[in-house]
DNA sequence: CCGCCGGCATGATGCGCGTCATATGGCGGG
DNA sequence: CCCGCCATATGACGCGCATCATGCCGGCGG
C-alpha cells in the first residue's frame, strides 16, 4: 500500500458523488484532512478487532467485508467504487467487527473520525445519504439472513448470482454476463457453506449449461433456467 | 388497538429518550402530528408488503420484526420500549420488507413520514440518535448472521439466552433471571431453526438444569455451564 | 525440468436436523 | 362437562451437506 498524492485527491473527490456537491470550504478542509491510498489483492485494510479510526471510501476497485467465526468465515458484503466501508464502526467508536479485505488493485479514500463527524454535522445533505447508505445495508443484510435460513446452497448460489446479476450484469448474446473474478472460496463465504459444495453446485452447473464459469467472469446463458433450477423467489 | 388521547401523547413523548430534548417548539408539533396506538398480543401493525407511511417508536412493551420466507419465517429482531421499528422502510419510501407483530401488550407512537423526515433535518441531535440506532441494529444483524451459519442449533439457542442475559439479565440466588415470555416457536424462529428442534434442546435443558424455563421467565443456575454445553465463543 | 502449492474437482461416509407422526396437559367456549 | 385448539413434548426416518480423502491441473521458483 502507498500513499498518494494531493493532485490523485483532488480528483478522486470529484469523482465520488458523496463529495462533489459539498460546499466549496468544506470541501477545502476535507481536501486537507483525507488521504489516498492504494493495495493490492489480498491486502488486509483492517482485521477484526482494530481500533476504528477513520471511515475509508472506495475510489475505484472492490473490498469485501469478512467476519471470521469458529466454524469458518462469512463474506458480509462486498463494496464497490462509491460506497464507504466501516462506517458502523467508526461511528460507535468500536473496534471493528469484521476484516476488511482488497478484492483486487484499489484506490482508497480515508477520512479521519472527527472530520466526517463534522461533515455530517454541518452538511444535511451529506448526513442524508449515509442514512441512505446505512438503510441499505440493513436492507440486504436483511434479506441475507433470510435467505440464508431453512433453503438449500444451491438455491442460496443461484440467489447470488441473479442478484449479482441484477447490479452489475450486462445483458450479451450469449446471456447475462458478469464482469466479477469469484473464487469458489469466495462464494462459498458469500453463502454461508463450505468449498467443496460451492464447487460441486457450481461445476454441475457450468457442465449443464446454467451458469458457466470463464475468465473474469461469468455468465447466465438462460436467467429464467438458473431461477428454476433452484427454484428462488425472485427478490434480487 | 384503540387511538388515545392527548394527554397520554404528552406524557409519552417526556419518556422517551429521543423527543424529551426536543426544543419546545418542534415538539409542539409532534404532539400535533403524532398518534397514540394500543396493542395487544399477535396484533399485526403491518403486513411485509403494506406501504411505510409512518416511524412507529414503541413507548412501552415488545415487538419482534418477522420476515417470511418460503422454509418459515425469521424473526430479525425483538424491539423493546425507546426503540423505532421500521425505520428503514420509511426513509426510503418502500413497502414494509417484514411484518411487525405485537409480543405483548403494547402501546406505540406513530410520526408521519413527513413529520419525521422535518426531525431529521431540523435536530441534530435527533438525526444523530437515529444513526446510532441503525449502526446498532447493523452490528445485531451483523452477529446475527455470523452466528447463523455453520454452527449448530443448539450452539445458536444457547447463544440467544447469553446475548439475552447481557441484555436484560437479573442475577439472582438461583442464577442470572431473563424476564422475558418466549414461546418455543418464537425461540425457533430467533435462531432460525424449526419448533420441534428448539423443543428438543429446551427440554433437554430443562431435565439437565442448564437453562431453566420457569413462567415468565428464563433462569439460568449456571452461565459457564451454559457457554460450555455448547462451546460457544462469547460474543454477547 | 522438476517439485511444490493453491485452486478446482469428485467420491465415500456419517450425522445433524428438518419432516412427519403421535401424545399429553392447560384453557376457553358451547 | 366435553370438545377443540394450542403449546409442549418425544420418537422414527431420511436427506442434505459437512467432513475427510484423493486426484488433477496450471503457475512459479530453484
Sequence with gaps: MSTLHAE?????????????????????????????????????????????????????????????????????????????????????????????????????????RAEWFDLIEHDPGFSRGMMLELTRLNMALTRKLAAMHGTRVDARIAGLFLSLAERMGRTTEAGIEIPMTLSRQEIAELVGTTVESAIRVMSRWNREGVLVTARERFVIPDRDRLKAEANVTDEG
Tied chains: 1, 2.
Design 8 to 112: 490523485r485527491l483532488r480528483h478522486a473527490l470529484s469523482t465520488l458523488a458523496m463529495f462533489k456537491d459539498l460546499p466549496a470550504a468544506l470541501r477545502q478542509r476535507v481536501e486537507g484532512m483525507a488521504t489516498l491510498l492504494e493495495a493490492g489483492k489480498g491486502d488486509e485494510l483492517w482485521h477484526a478487532g482494530d481500533s476504528a479510526e477513520h471511515l475509508t471510501v472506495i475510489v475505484s476497485g472492490r473490498v469485501k467485508v469478512v467476519r471470521h467465526a469458529d466454524t469458518g468465515d462469512v463474506i458480509l458484503e462486498i463494496f464497490t467504487a462509491g460506497e464507504t466501508v466501516g462506517a458502523v464502526a467508526v461511528y460507535n467508536r468500536m473496534p471493528y467487527p469484521a476484516s476488511a479485505i482488497v478484492m483486487e488493485p484499489s484506490v482508497l479514500l480515508r477520512l479521519p
